[in-house]
């Protein structure tokens, strides 16, 4: 009993906090200290939801940059959205960051529903993620505080007509899936380089077993986005039933003291992270030359 109050020491404070006004913090406690090996795989696989999208898709397969380098872009994506939250929107890194990421969607033509639908996947997938896997459920600080957070993100990227409340936020997104999650062959071809990517993290023999555990993963409406065969039931409840034991162990493990955001020293494209980089060391190559016309940017 003493071990497991011990590790919900951390959460006094976020339940003292206003969602609102320190959504800041509230966020760094959550994902840097309390759930960080959570966020960071549920934030993958909310990028993986993205490309179930077929305009989404699209833009992605005409970059080459999933062919041609998955893990960078895997990289790019996830450290740029780690150093904001690390340091804030508002310093100096954190603007840093935020420059990278409005110049690399500033080269091409992107609706501004897809920029908030993926906006949306930030917020929400981590919340489902946790209410499934957490080793205690997110307070609803934390729930309001990713809302708040990610708002502000998405303002100073220039993404217009963010709902303003959490509810009407969650509502467009479940909306956007319901109509755009269709089957479409840049779907599969994207989807099936991250899963080839995701796979790539394991030793060879053990990929087969990668590939079809992460298929175990996916919902229906994504598989089926994806045109990817349903993984045998018994992957998907081994896959949920690993991850609540591990969720049961962590409960009594002590609260951990760094945080992990910004900070990945085994990074697999920029070794030593941060070290000797800053955030304008990172984002995807140039724009091809042979990039539809449909995308490309204009004036």
Known sequence: MAAGLYRHRRLHRIAALDPERDHLEIYQLSAGLEFPWDYTRALEFALFRTYCVPSVSRLLAATGEFRDRP?????????????????????????????????????????????????????YD?????????????HDNERLAAFHYYREVGRRMGIRDIPAGYAEFQAFKREYERLTFVYAPT????????????????????????????RGMLDEP?????????????????????????????????????????????????????????????????????????FRRRG
């Not at 981590?126 to 997110?138: E, F, K, Q, V």
Request: no cysteine.
């Open 187 to 214: 779907n599969r071809e994207i989807g099936e380089y991250t899963l080839e990517l995701f796979a790539s993290w394991f030793p060879r023999p053990l990929r087969p077993a990668a590939r079809l555990g992460v």
């Open 222 to 294: 994504m598989l089926r986005a994806f045109g990817f065969d349903p993984a045998p039931r018994w992957v998907s409840r081994l896959a949920h039933a690993g991850l609540r034991a591990r969720a049961r162990a962590l409960r009594f493990a002590p609260p951990r003291r760094r945080s992990v955001l910004g900070v990945a020293p085994h990074n697999r494209s920029y070794p030593g992270y941060p070290g000797r980089y800053r955030p304008a060391d990172l984002g995807p190559a140039a724009p091809p030359a042979d990039l539809p016309a449909e």
């Open 71 to 123: 893990q960078r872009r895997y990289d790019d994506t996830l450290l740029l959205m780690a150093e904001i939250a690390a340091h804030g929107y508002d310093s100096p890194r954190g603007r840093e960051a935020l420059r990278v990421v409005n110049q690399a969607h500033g080269r091409y033509t992107i609706s501004n529903d897809d920029m908030l639908y993926v906006l949306s996947t930030f917020v």
């Open 126 to 138: 981590p919340i489902d993620w946790l209410d499934r896997y957490g080793w205690r459920a997110p």
